[in-house]
Structures are given as C-alpha cells and as structure tokens.
C-alpha cells in the first residue's frame, strides 16, 4: 500500500477520462464519486472502477457525455432513459429535475433505466441531505447473492440508501443487502487476499475463502432471512418502478462490453416542518453518539460518522491505496477509445 494525495489522483483520474471523451465537468463528477468511496475505505466503489468505465467507453456501450431522456408519468414520477450514460451523470440530473417538485408537493421520485453504475449511494445521500431534503435510494446489480438456503446466486447486491439533514453532520445510512459488496470480492482477488469464511460460495455452491473462487459464485445475503427478503423486496420494487431487467438477466456493472440494464431509484422528501424536524433529529443523534460505550475508547457513532472521519484522515495525511492498483491508473490512457458514440 501506499500513500497519494487526494489532488494527485483526481487530476490523473480526471485527465484518463478526458482523453477518452468525458466532458471535464463530467470527468470531475465522476471522478469525486470514486474518490470520496475511497477515501472512505470503500474501495469496492473506488478507484478500482476507472478501468472499468474507460473500458466500457472504449467498447461504446458507455456514452460518456449522455445525461438521459427525461419523462414525467405522474405529477412527482419521473421516468429516465439514461441513454447509457455515465451513473452519476445521468443520477444528478434526475435529482436536479425532481428537486423543485419535492420542495413544491412535499415528494417526488425518479426511476433510471439504461444507465451506468451509480457507484456509492452515499455520496448522493449527503449532497441531498445538505440542501435539507431526505434521500431515499436504492439500485440494483447482477445477480450475485444467494437466496436465503439457496446455493447459487439469484438476486442483486441491491444496495439502500436513507439520507436526513441534521447538524453538524446529516445521518447517512449507505448498505447493501448482501453481507459484502462484489466490488470488494474483486478488491481481495486483486491483492490476493482470501475472504473471511461465511461471506461467499463458490461456482458449485460450497463455502470459500477464495476471493478468485467467490467472484465465480455467490454472497450471502446479510443477516440471513431478514438481509435476503429486504433484497429482494428492493430487487423487484426497482424493476417494477423502473422497467429494468430483473435477477439473473441483469449485467453491465462488472464487465466491459454489454449495455448496462439494471434499475435506479431515487425518492426525495422535502420535510414539513425543516427547521424543527432538523433540531430535533440533530438532538436525538447527539444523544445516541453520547451513549456510554460498550467498549472504552470506543464512542457509539451513527451511520455515516466512520465514513466521514476516515475521508478527513485521507485528505489530510492522503488516500492509501494498492500499488497496483496506482501504476494500473497510470496506465489507462494508453486504451484506444475506437468508435465511440460521444453524445
């Protein structure tokens, strides 16, 4: 491992985009994404994901300048066709359409079809919780979790987000409905590092250590039958309301040549009564982060508050990350792009 200031990476990261067709503000977007899930320890959204994009682009099924085709079906339901674009491109111009909608009616929702991994839920959850409003999102993946009892994998990682304003900092809830990430399987096998027991199957749905082993089989859903049924409620909501693919049939988030078709959700809240809600969420945050802790040294947090104290440590002592991974990055401007569809 080594240690990179947070301004180094973005620049390289932002210049390998460039040169292959993103618009610099677009380059910047997507780039903070994959940096602040670094910087938090996330590493399975990270930095990791560049090839991939730029790979995808290079392969045109990414168009790297799209930002979807807007269409609302109701007065606060408005449906995207992310034209294959770039997640978090298409994503923020979603939640820029339907923001004056909630702030009028109270709520509004958007559902992305035929867009790109939107990466970490969390970094929406906080820019949306900053303007006072509260983020309900959630996404699906392929199919890389097994049912509860099941051997093979049958339904997404189906991440869900829950963003509220609060001071100092807004409570972000950020997880996936597996036990792990996929992205943070890829994470182990590229380091060579064997998994913790319990975390996957294998292709003949045995457990296994190997990270190699598990990238080929199957999560297990967190916290047994309670983690699988939330999935898969998420699973069939966000096809239902998107109009994406479903289970087994979804692809485009880990690999670098099929059209992306999985489904995005996006719910936003704007609370009646602000202020007061804020104080009194604030308050009672406070109060939980004051409880006496079960280990000393050890103070309770809410969600959210790890992530953040490890991205301040980041920027101020700068980002580790895989020597490998850095010369991998340093390298990604040598792809040629070939005919690719710059919308």
């Known amino acids: 491992m080594m240690k990179i200031r947070a301004s180094e990476i973005a620049s390289l990261a932002e210049t390998v985009l460039i040169r292959h067709g993103v618009a610099p503000a677009y380059a910047e977007t997507q780039v903070n994404l994959l940096l602040q899930a670094e910087m938090r320890g996330f590493a399975s959204h990270g930095l990791l994901r560049l090839r991939r994009i730029v790979e995808r682009i290079a392969s045109g099924v990414s ?7 807007h269409e609302w079906l109701g007065q606060n339901f408005l449906a995207v066709d992310g034209q294959g674009g770039l997640g978090p491109i298409v994503a ?3 939640l820029d359409t339907i923001e004056q909608r909630a702030r009028e009616s109270g709520i509004a929702l958007t559902a992305i079809r035929n867009s790109n991994h939107i990466g970490m839920l969390a970094w929406y959850g906080e820019q949306m919780a900053a303007k006072g409003l509260i983020l309900i999102a959630m ?37 996936a409905t597996s036990l792990v990430a996929m992205g943070k399987i890829h994470d182990y096998a590229n380091r060579g590092v064997p998994i913790p027991a319990g975390w996957a199957l ?21 916290g047994g039958a309670k983690g699988y ?18 289970g087994t049939d979804i692809v ?5 040549d099929k059209v992306c078709n999985k489904g ?9 009564q602000g ?3 804020e104080a009194l969420v604030s308050a009672y945050l406070d109060d939980i982060r004051q409880c006496a802790p079960a280990s000393p040294g050890e103070p309770v947090s809410v969600p959210g508050d790890r992530a953040r104290r490890a991205c301040a440590k980041s920027l101020a002592d700068g980002v580790e990350i895989d020597a490998g991974l850095w010369r991998d990055l340093q390298s990604l401007d040598q792809i040629s792009i070939g005919k690719v569809n710059l919308l």
Do not use: Y
């Open 63 to 69: 168009a790297p300048n799209a930002t979807g085709t």
């Open 252 to 256: 485009g988030t880990l690999d670098s």
């Open 139 to 175: 996404t699906t993946s392929e199919a890389l979790v097994h049912p509860w009892g099941g051997r093979s994998a049958m339904l997404g990682t189906n991440p869900l987000c829950i963003a509220v304003p609060a001071n100092p900092e807004p409570l972000v809830l950020d997880m």
């Open 202 to 222: 294998d292709r003949q749905g045995d457990p296994t250590t190997d990270a190699a082993a598990a990238k080929a089989g199957a999560i297990a859903p967190f």
């Open 264 to 272: 995005d959700v996006f719910i936003l809240i704007s609370p009646q």
């Open 92 to 94: 923020l111009a979603a």
């Open 275 to 277: 202020a007061a809600i």
């Open 229 to 246: 049924a939330l999935g898969l409620a998420i699973e069939v909501l966000v096809t239902a309301l998107s109009g994406a693919a479903i």
